[in-house]
């Protein structure tokens, strides 16, 4: 059967305007795109929140605000001059006061505790020392390559326990650490003095502003320099994510562009 | 013209506008219109002093109303004398991220959606292939065994191709190092980000977010102000910072020190030391780049 | 001069006028094509208010289907155009009319790489 060409043409017009019309309606009436699927593989770790606050704050108010206060020593709140006095237990072991029960404390100073005492080391047999049940909390032996350096005399002063001492018998203050470091560990303490070892905070131009440059203590635990594995902030969202949460809320009138309410609709990583 | 046909007409050029209209609706909720001041604003290199001036006051203007805080933004110039340079010393990273949520805070980036300048790269020891990095890790603590970590940002390029490639010259860099982007200038085709080998600049496909407790009043325009839908940003060394003579906010909060900067002009710098007696390491130095940008090694 | 100006509109009317000339088929089809327009257009103001996120490009995929559409057409408009090359290399005088064709192909193409340039702007009123 054959068809006049006219009617193959209102045939063919008609079909092309129907498809067209049906595609086009499909999409201007196809609800918003719906969430992009996100990979389940990618977990995502809720680490405390990145401390904003660290550039800008004082060191009681990080603490206060609950931030990651690890890097703090007692002073950073504390007035040095006026020191906390420590309690101790019958067993001898200090009792942490309740506020200060997550704080990792690091022994900064023995004489802190041991004011004109002499101190007894115990040996095992295999030449460790054989911690004292007050210190097990606070310090954790661990220097050197497979832990070996454990012996206290090796840097501490056998006699006068605010002194240190090297290899080759130079009697150092506890301020002058840094040197008795050196005493080991040369070509680090060479790259500290220069400035590319350890962290230099304040001004790169020292005519502008100081240069806070950090002792080894501060960033590193003499007795197990080794620096501690740390929980890493979270990484980014999922790529294709990216950008539809936002734009689809806002359709709907649920987020107003620039409002602290869009806020909500994001998870909250940063609130603890 | 017939009666009929000039019915017919009518209805169909009605029909017309109707549909016209309804397909503009939405741009009922384009919101605040631009401002006669800043559709007029000239190229950065063009404005004399007195026009900066009246481009802060406006911004601060816009920031406070847009956000309830009286920031304070100001055109920090480059200094004389002055390079910057970053070294990045691979073997002390960690991989902790705290440099990606900084740079966040300092920098006024965008919460939602998430824009981010620093890219913190898992790496299995003994290759630099950046193809094999992974950005999404997440596990317990860091570092993990068999693993390096290698951060990647904008790295200031002295042959920066992203420069090259912009139409309207809206970003270029400065005497001290700086490549800088002129917000208020970009178009938004996306050609820089094209053209970038470090994957270091970021578009805002949607308006940034920020809560207005967490924005940074501290802000340069060239740096740090914040950023509308539709144009181009990136790492800028901070530059409401480093101009004035302090650290990038990436390196005050580094765990392990591994972020070095200073000025390479200056030969008794921290970084001028790294270059000299460090083994350091360009990434994708194939592509001729010159970045001012280092990865060295401890050793 | 005023002459010229009101001939001028007049060509330009009786080509507007041309656009009103069919029967009903030919209305359907272009009122077809006009919706089609029209919802391209309601894109595009949607995209205005919400940013090009609504489009789904994100940092790691910057360049879509607008950019795609434009170099294609580029290439369009630019075989089009060489419609002319055999004309004039072969004297062909019969491709003369085919050769109109092909300009207005390319005017067309150019003009909707010009919309998809622009549309591809994340600020085109600067632009």
């Given at each position: 059967m054959s068809m006049r060409p006219g009617q193959k043409t209102n045939?063919?017009?008609?079909?092309?305007?129907?498809?067209?019309?049906?595609?086009?309606?499909?999409?201007?009436?196809?609800?918003?795109?719906?969430?992009?699927?996100?990979?389940?593989?990618?977990?995502?770790?809720?680490?405390?929140?990145?401390?904003?606050?660290?550039?800008?704050?004082?060191?009681?108010?990080?603490?206060?605000?609950?931030?990651?206060?690890?890097?703090?020593?007692?002073y950073a709140c504390h007035d040095e001059k006026k020191s906390p006095t420590v309690k101790m237990g019958a067993d001898g072991a200090i009792v942490f006061p309740k506020e200060h029960a997550d704080l990792r404390l690091m022994m900064a100073n023995c004489s802190t505790c041991h004011v004109g005492k002499k101190l007894e080391v115990e040996y095992a047999k295999n030449g460790d020392v054989v911690m004292p049940k007050a210190h097990e909390d606070l310090l954790k032996m661990g220097h050197g390559r497979n832990n070996r350096n454990t012996n206290c005399f090796n840097c501490h002063s056998?006699?006068?326990?605010?002194?240190?001492?090297?290899?080759?018998?130079?009697?150092?203050?506890?301020?002058?650490?840094?040197?008795?470091?050196?005493?080991?560990?040369?070509?680090?303490?060479?790259?500290?003095?220069?400035?590319?070892?350890?962290?230099?905070?304040?001004?790169?131009?020292?005519?502008q502003g100081k240069a806070v440059r950090q002792d080894c203590n501060a960033c590193h635990d003499p007795h197990g320099p080794a620096i501690p594995q740390i929980i890493p902030f979270p990484g980014p969202k999922p790529v294709l994510t990216h950008g539809l949460g936002s734009a689809g809320a806002a359709e709907h009138g649920a987020a107003e562009v620039g409002t602290p309410k869009s806020e909500g609709a994001q998870p909250k990583p940063e609130t603890k | 013209m017939s009666r009929r046909s000039f019915l017919r007409g009518s209805t169909a050029a009605a029909a017309g506008v109707a549909a016209m209209a309804a397909g503009l609706a939405p741009l009922r909720k384009l919101g605040e219109a631009i401002s006669v001041d800043q559709f007029l604003q000239q190229h950065y290199k063009e404005l004399s002093p007195a026009d900066m001036d009246k481009v802060l006051r406006r911004i601060e203007n816009e920031v406070e109303r847009q956000y309830g805080v009286r920031p304070h933004v100001r055109d920090y110039k480059p200094m004389n004398g002055v390079e910057y340079v970053y070294a990045l010393n691979v073997t002390r990273c960690v991989g902790c991220r705290k440099c990606v949520h900084a740079c966040v805070a300092e920098n006024n980036q965008s919460r939602d959606p998430e824009i981010q300048y620093i890219r913190v790269l898992k790496m299995p020891n003994g290759t630099f292939d950046v193809e094999k990095?992974?950005?999404?890790?997440?596990?317990?603590?860091?570092?993990?065994?068999?693993?390096?970590?290698?951060?990647?940002?904008?790295?200031?390029?002295?042959?920066?191709?992203c420069t090259k490639v912009c139409p309207v010259k809206a970003t270029w860099t400065e005497p001290d190092g700086i490549t800088v982007i002129d917000y208020n200038w970009c178009i938004g085709c996306r050609y820089c980000e094209a053209a970038c080998p470090y994957?270091?600049?970021?578009?805002?496909?949607?308006?940034?977010?920020?809560?207005?407790?967490?924005?940074?009043?501290?802000?340069?325009?060239?740096?740090?102000?914040?950023?509308?839908?539709?144009?181009?940003?990136?790492?800028?060394?901070?530059?409401?910072?480093?101009?004035?003579?302090?650290?990038?906010?990436?390196?005050?909060?580094?765990?392990t020190g591994s972020r070095k900067f200073g000025n390479i002009l200056d030969p008794s710098s921290e970084v001028a030391h790294i270059l000299r007696e460090k083994r350091v390491f360009v990434l994708k130095e194939e592509?001729?780049?010159?970045?001012?940008?280092?990865?060295?090694?401890?050793? | 001069m005023i002459a010229a100006a009101r001939k001028y509109s007049r060509f330009v009317g009786r080509c507007l006028a041309c656009l009103f000339e069919g029967d009903w088929r030919y209305f359907l089809w272009v009122g077809a094509l006009a919706a089609i327009c029209a919802l391209g257009l309601n894109a595009y103001a949607r995209q205005l208010v919400h940013g090009l996120a609504i489009t789904g490009m994100t940092d790691h995929v910057s360049w879509g289907v607008y950019i795609a559409n434009f170099t294609f057409l580029v290439g369009v408009a630019a075989a089009a155009v060489m419609l002319v090359i055999p004309v004039y290399i072969y004297h062909n005088?019969?491709?003369?009319?085919?050769?109109?064709?092909?300009?207005?192909?390319?005017?067309?193409?150019?003009?909707?790489?010009?919309?998809?340039?622009?549309?591809?702007?994340?600020?085109?009123?600067?632009f």
């Amino acid at each position: 059967m054959s068809m006049r060409p006219g009617q193959k043409t209102n045939l063919v017009i008609g079909g092309l305007v129907v498809l067209f019309l049906g595609l086009a309606a499909s999409f201007a009436f196809s609800p918003n795109p719906a969430p992009v699927r996100q990979d389940p593989a990618l977990t995502r770790v809720v680490a405390p929140a990145p401390q904003v606050a660290t550039l800008r704050m004082t060191a009681p108010q990080l603490a206060a605000g609950g931030g990651d206060a690890s890097i703090l020593d007692c002073y950073a709140c504390h007035d040095e001059k006026k020191s906390p006095t420590v309690k101790m237990g019958a067993d001898g072991a200090i009792v942490f006061p309740k506020e200060h029960a997550d704080l990792r404390l690091m022994m900064a100073n023995c004489s802190t505790c041991h004011v004109g005492k002499k101190l007894e080391v115990e040996y095992a047999k295999n030449g460790d020392v054989v911690m004292p049940k007050a210190h097990e909390d606070l310090l954790k032996m661990g220097h050197g390559r497979n832990n070996r350096n454990t012996n206290c005399f090796n840097c501490h002063s056998q006699t006068k326990l605010n002194e240190l001492v090297t290899r080759d018998g130079t009697r150092l203050t506890f301020a002058q650490a840094p040197l008795l470091c050196a005493s080991c560990h040369g070509p680090t303490y060479r790259d500290w003095e220069l400035g590319v070892h350890g962290r230099t905070n304040g001004y790169w131009d020292t005519s502008q502003g100081k240069a806070v440059r950090q002792d080894c203590n501060a960033c590193h635990d003499p007795h197990g320099p080794a620096i501690p594995q740390i929980i890493p902030f979270p990484g980014p969202k999922p790529v294709l994510t990216h950008g539809l949460g936002s734009a689809g809320a806002a359709e709907h009138g649920a987020a107003e562009v620039g409002t602290p309410k869009s806020e909500g609709a994001q998870p909250k990583p940063e609130t603890k | 013209m017939s009666r009929r046909s000039f019915l017919r007409g009518s209805t169909a050029a009605a029909a017309g506008v109707a549909a016209m209209a309804a397909g503009l609706a939405p741009l009922r909720k384009l919101g605040e219109a631009i401002s006669v001041d800043q559709f007029l604003q000239q190229h950065y290199k063009e404005l004399s002093p007195a026009d900066m001036d009246k481009v802060l006051r406006r911004i601060e203007n816009e920031v406070e109303r847009q956000y309830g805080v009286r920031p304070h933004v100001r055109d920090y110039k480059p200094m004389n004398g002055v390079e910057y340079v970053y070294a990045l010393n691979v073997t002390r990273c960690v991989g902790c991220r705290k440099c990606v949520h900084a740079c966040v805070a300092e920098n006024n980036q965008s919460r939602d959606p998430e824009i981010q300048y620093i890219r913190v790269l898992k790496m299995p020891n003994g290759t630099f292939d950046v193809e094999k990095g992974d950005v999404n890790y997440a596990p317990e603590s860091v570092p993990e065994k068999g693993f390096f970590y290698m951060p990647v940002q904008c790295h200031q390029c002295k042959n920066p191709p992203c420069t090259k490639v912009c139409p309207v010259k809206a970003t270029w860099t400065e005497p001290d190092g700086i490549t800088v982007i002129d917000y208020n200038w970009c178009i938004g085709c996306r050609y820089c980000e094209a053209a970038c080998p470090y994957f270091a600049r970021r578009f805002n496909f949607s308006e940034p977010t920020i809560p207005k407790e967490k924005l940074n009043p501290e802000m340069s325009y060239l740096g740090n102000q914040p950023r509308h839908k539709g144009v181009m940003e990136k790492c800028h060394f901070c530059i409401q910072r480093t101009r004035v003579g302090r650290y990038p906010a990436c390196l005050e909060v580094c765990p392990t020190g591994s972020r070095k900067f200073g000025n390479i002009l200056d030969p008794s710098s921290e970084v001028a030391h790294i270059l000299r007696e460090k083994r350091v390491f360009v990434l994708k130095e194939e592509v001729g780049t010159l970045p001012r940008f280092f990865y060295y090694f401890d050793v | 001069m005023i002459a010229a100006a009101r001939k001028y509109s007049r060509f330009v009317g009786r080509c507007l006028a041309c656009l009103f000339e069919g029967d009903w088929r030919y209305f359907l089809w272009v009122g077809a094509l006009a919706a089609i327009c029209a919802l391209g257009l309601n894109a595009y103001a949607r995209q205005l208010v919400h940013g090009l996120a609504i489009t789904g490009m994100t940092d790691h995929v910057s360049w879509g289907v607008y950019i795609a559409n434009f170099t294609f057409l580029v290439g369009v408009a630019a075989a089009a155009v060489m419609l002319v090359i055999p004309v004039y290399i072969y004297h062909n005088e019969d491709l003369h009319d085919l050769v109109i064709f092909g300009e207005l192909l390319a005017v067309a193409a150019i003009l909707m790489c010009l919309a998809f340039v622009t549309v591809d702007l994340g600020r085109p009123e600067r632009f």
